[in-house]
């Protein structure tokens, strides 16, 4: 059997979630905007507990969740949605920050934004993927509108400093956005402590289902809708509430805060022991920083490897990925900005543990790797 090592990529929808979601496809499938009869009230009402779970995953109250399909269609809501009312408003401010690590879901709307009148700065991070503040420091300034930051990295798993990140866009006046797809369900993150104005999470990254997430947005602030059709969310996206998986979200949140603290400390300890088996092999290192990472992530790129021969050789007993970013073999941007060439991209392995691995899992990585490259040295 394969043993499933790429939560980051996806996490399996958790059995509780299920149950929660069940009756809301059938028996309950009235349509929550429909308000005239008790069963579309009674979905209301449940998309209401939803949110409520939602927003308590983050210490902010109800009203600042917005439902989406997902963090990519999150993140353009915050970006473009910014940027458009402040258009509409003739706000002065039309300068973007963000940084060359993001997911593609910030740096593509934040391309075409540049494109489009707003002048984008694209920060570099240190060898190690972190951010150097001095950096945003020199960028940031009074033409600054809104700063993207990821909080937990997709690929190394590297944990920016948001409070200090907060501060500086606060400082400024900017507004702060943060991609919170990896972090949310992950560790406590208490939006309004940093200073965040935005926060972008996904449903299937924390144990629910696949095509749901959240925009949560503090009080005032500005925000144009960029799908138009109907009142839902507050008018600020459109379309007929997806009730069961969004009942499965809130349940997915509620549940991964009860187990999140326990889950990151186990979690650590199979990672660690995963780098502490890893880290003697010929050509291993470490991508990103050793510590300030996710307690579920470990990503190592292996020199002197080729790495379409290492997937090959794993593929059959791990589901884990690799540093290329998967159709034409260019590497990640993310470790294209750590300084890694296109090879050594190719031969990175990143590894994302979840609620269900055992100590046998990680053994058994070890194992796989090691022989894996045995082989490939051996031939070459
Ligand atoms: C998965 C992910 C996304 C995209 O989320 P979807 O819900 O799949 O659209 C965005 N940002 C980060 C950091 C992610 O890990």
Redesign the pocket.
């Given at each position: 059997m394969l043993a499933y090592l790429d939560h980051?990529a996806t996490t399996p929808c958790d059995d509780r979630v299920m149950t929660a979601m069940e009756p809301w496809w059938h028996q309950q499938f009235a349509n929550p905007a429909s308000r005239l009869y008790r069963p579309a009230l009674e979905a209301a009402a449940a998309v209401e507990i939803a949110r409520g779970q939602v927003a308590a995953g983050l210490g902010m109250p109800a009203e600042a969740v917005i439902f989406t399909s997902?963090?990519?269609?999150a993140?353009n809501l915050a970006l473009k949605g910014v940027a458009e009312a402040a258009l509409e408003r003739g706000e002065p401010r039309r300068g973007l920050i963000t940084v060359a690590t993001e997911?593609r879901?910030v740096l593509d709307p934040m391309g075409w934004l540049g494109r489009h009148g707003f002048p984008l700065t694209v920060l570099p991070v240190q060898p190690d993927g972190l951010l150097d503040l001095q950096h945003l420091a020199d960028a940031i300034g009074p033409d600054t509108l809104l700063v993207s930051v990821?909080a937990a990295n997709?690929e190394i798993g590297v944990l920016q400093d948001l409070a200090a990140i907060g501060q500086l866009c606060r400082r400024h006046g900017a507004l702060f956005h943060c991609?919170a797809?990896?972090a949310v369900g992950h560790l406590p993150l208490a939006m309004a402590d940093l200073n965040i104005d935005l926060l972008s999470l996904?449903g299937?990254?924390l144990y629910g289902p696949k095509g749901c997430?959240a925009l949560l947005r503090r009080e005032g602030v500005a925000l144009a809708p960029q799908q138009h059709g109907g009142s839902q969310e507050g008018g600020l996206r459109a379309g007929t509430l997806a009730v069961p998986l969004l009942v499965g979200l809130g349940k997915a949140v509620q549940l991964a805060l009860a187990d999140q603290a326990e889950r990151s400390a186990r979690l650590t300890l199979l990672r660690d022991r995963l780098w502490a088996g890893l880290e003697p092999l010929e050509g291993v290192q470490l991508n990103g920083h050793r510590n300030r990472r996710l307690g579920h992530n470990l990503n190592v790129g292996i020199d002197g490897v080729d790495g379409q021969r290492l997937h090959r050789l794993l593929r059959s007993e791990l589901a884990v990925s690799s540093g290329s970013a998967c159709s034409q073999g260019s590497p990640s941007q993310v470790l294209a900005a750590l300084g890694r060439s296109r090879r050594q991209a190719a031969a990175s392995i990143r590894f994302g543990l979840g609620r269900d691995t055992t100590a046998a899992d990680i053994d058994r990585a070890l194992k796989v790797v090691s022989a894996a490259l045995a082989e490939l040295r051996q031939s070459t």
């Amino acid at each position: 059997m394969l043993a499933y090592l790429d939560h980051h990529a996806t996490t399996p929808c958790d059995d509780r979630v299920m149950t929660a979601m069940e009756p809301w496809w059938h028996q309950q499938f009235a349509n929550p905007a429909s308000r005239l009869y008790r069963p579309a009230l009674e979905a209301a009402a449940a998309v209401e507990i939803a949110r409520g779970q939602v927003a308590a995953g983050l210490g902010m109250p109800a009203e600042a969740v917005i439902f989406t399909s997902g963090a990519t269609e999150a993140n353009n809501l915050a970006l473009k949605g910014v940027a458009e009312a402040a258009l509409e408003r003739g706000e002065p401010r039309r300068g973007l920050i963000t940084v060359a690590t993001e997911h593609r879901a910030v740096l593509d709307p934040m391309g075409w934004l540049g494109r489009h009148g707003f002048p984008l700065t694209v920060l570099p991070v240190q060898p190690d993927g972190l951010l150097d503040l001095q950096h945003l420091a020199d960028a940031i300034g009074p033409d600054t509108l809104l700063v993207s930051v990821m909080a937990a990295n997709n690929e190394i798993g590297v944990l920016q400093d948001l409070a200090a990140i907060g501060q500086l866009c606060r400082r400024h006046g900017a507004l702060f956005h943060c991609d919170a797809a990896q972090a949310v369900g992950h560790l406590p993150l208490a939006m309004a402590d940093l200073n965040i104005d935005l926060l972008s999470l996904s449903g299937h990254k924390l144990y629910g289902p696949k095509g749901c997430g959240a925009l949560l947005r503090r009080e005032g602030v500005a925000l144009a809708p960029q799908q138009h059709g109907g009142s839902q969310e507050g008018g600020l996206r459109a379309g007929t509430l997806a009730v069961p998986l969004l009942v499965g979200l809130g349940k997915a949140v509620q549940l991964a805060l009860a187990d999140q603290a326990e889950r990151s400390a186990r979690l650590t300890l199979l990672r660690d022991r995963l780098w502490a088996g890893l880290e003697p092999l010929e050509g291993v290192q470490l991508n990103g920083h050793r510590n300030r990472r996710l307690g579920h992530n470990l990503n190592v790129g292996i020199d002197g490897v080729d790495g379409q021969r290492l997937h090959r050789l794993l593929r059959s007993e791990l589901a884990v990925s690799s540093g290329s970013a998967c159709s034409q073999g260019s590497p990640s941007q993310v470790l294209a900005a750590l300084g890694r060439s296109r090879r050594q991209a190719a031969a990175s392995i990143r590894f994302g543990l979840g609620r269900d691995t055992t100590a046998a899992d990680i053994d058994r990585a070890l194992k796989v790797v090691s022989a894996a490259l045995a082989e490939l040295r051996q031939s070459t």
